[in-house]
């Protein structure tokens, strides 16, 4: 057994990078104001740091700094942008209108969308085909009388396949529905330009990007009015009450301007490393399956199926050799609704390995992972 194992989840977070770190370093206990306080020297300090920061990340997002609403992470960015607008519209039109998803959205868009459903709003899930993408013809037919909302991830956490977020925001735009977009696996590893897909809304977070983890924020393009979630001392415009977090939204900006210079370079790599992952992979294991669409697809993910196996022996067998999944960090160890969606039964699904690399992703932990994977799956199979 190696004494440390492969890192291969790199989608579930990513380790804090030490530039990142050395910038946040000195927010933690040398300017240790408060940003809302511009009554003392450090507050203002602080403040200053803030608007630097929200400046920086508006650049990699091409929006104006007065559209980023800071947030504790994405999973509060989603409820703000779906429960804050959903509510606002109930208000204005005397009653719950629709909403319309895919069914392989992250919980953190589901879970908001069940709770407006318990407060009257209709809710449409939509399945993807067997390649994880949404059927243009299926949204276009889903769309009702008071649809005001569409909300679609741009890329996949679990199978990081990328939807056609384009071609769907302008089938909204044409109706007067409003987008929304949970780009936190594809913030970072994608090129996101807001007014050129279309996005009224977008979700983003930090520990995806090898920043610190409890920060994210929602970036609101056109204004879009929202109820607050938190109320208080009426930061953020009013749209999230609280204290900012300083040392981490300095993290995230940086983070964000390391992981936007160097996108393309490290996509390059990790596509390599991904493709040959995957090939060598089907060179030595027999029965796999790709799951979703591998040409339109994030360039460090790798979600497949192995046949001919016990999935709870699969996981228990790989667990000291690398660290992966099968499905959503967040799932709670229940079958990957994603892959149910797109045609896997729960066997499959438990059987299934996702595979994600990271800036710090050798060829020669591709090479491991083959080998270890390959020797576990002839094991099990004999």
């Known amino acids: 057994m190696q004494q440390k194992p492969l890192k291969f989840d790199y989608q579930s977070t990513t380790p804090c990078s030490g530039r990142v770190l050395e910038a946040m370093q000195p ?91 318990n407060e009257g709003f209709r809710i449409t899930e939509l399945n993807p085909g067997s390649d994880g993408i949404l059927s243009l013809k299926e949204l276009e037919d889903a769309f009702e009388h008071d649809t005001f909302l569409v909300s679609i991830m741009l890329a996949n956490n679990e199978i990081g396949v990328i939807q056609p977020l384009q071609k769907i925001s302008i089938l909204c735009q044409d109706r007067g529905i409003l987008l929304h977009s949970d780009a936190a696996q594809a913030f970072g590893n994608l090129p996101i330009n807001l007014d050129t897909l279309g996005i009224d809304l977008l979700t983003i977070s930090s520990h995806k990007i090898y920043g610190p983890k409890g920060i994210g924020a929602l970036v609101n393009r056109g204004n879009v009015p929202l109820q607050p979630l938190i109320w208080g001392g009426g930061q953020e415009k009013g749209m999230r009450a609280g204290t900012l977090p300083v040392p981490l939204v300095i993290g995230f ?27 060598e992979l089907s060179n030595q294991v027999s029965d796999l399956r790709i799951n979703g669409c591998l040409k339109n697809r994030l360039p460090h993910n790798l979600n497949f199926t192995i046949g001919g196996i016990i999935g709870s022996r699969l996981h228990k067998f ?65």
């Open 253 to 279: 900006s940086k983070a964000s301007e390391i992981a936007i210079k160097d996108l393309d370079q490290n996509n390059k790599r990790l596509s390599f490393l991904r493709n040959k992952l995957w090939n």
């Open 27 to 117: 927010y933690w206990n040398e300017i240790w104001g408060n940003p809302s306080n511009l009554q003392n020297r450090f507050g203002i300090h602080a403040s200053a740091a803030i608007s630097l920061a929200r400046d920086n990340l508006a650049q990699c997002l091409h929006v104006s700094p007065e559209r980023i609403i800071f947030t504790s992470g994405a999973t509060e960015a989603n409820n703000l942008a779906l429960i804050g607008h959903a509510r606002v519209r109930a208000i204005e039109e005397g009653r719950p209108g629709h909403v319309i998803t895919m069914s392989t959205e992250h919980h953190a868009v589901l879970d908001p969308l069940k709770q407006l459903k």
């Open 318 to 382: 790989l667990k000291p050799l690398i660290v992966c999944s099968s499905s959503s960090a967040c799932s709670n160890g229940s079958p990957s609704h994603v892959l149910m969606a797109i045609g896997r039964n729960p066997k499959e699904a438990e059987s299934s390995l996702r595979l994600s690399l990271g800036r710090e992703t050798t060829i020669n932990d591709i090479e491991k992972a083959v080998t270890v994977i390959a020797k576990v799956v002839r094991e099990l199979r004999s």
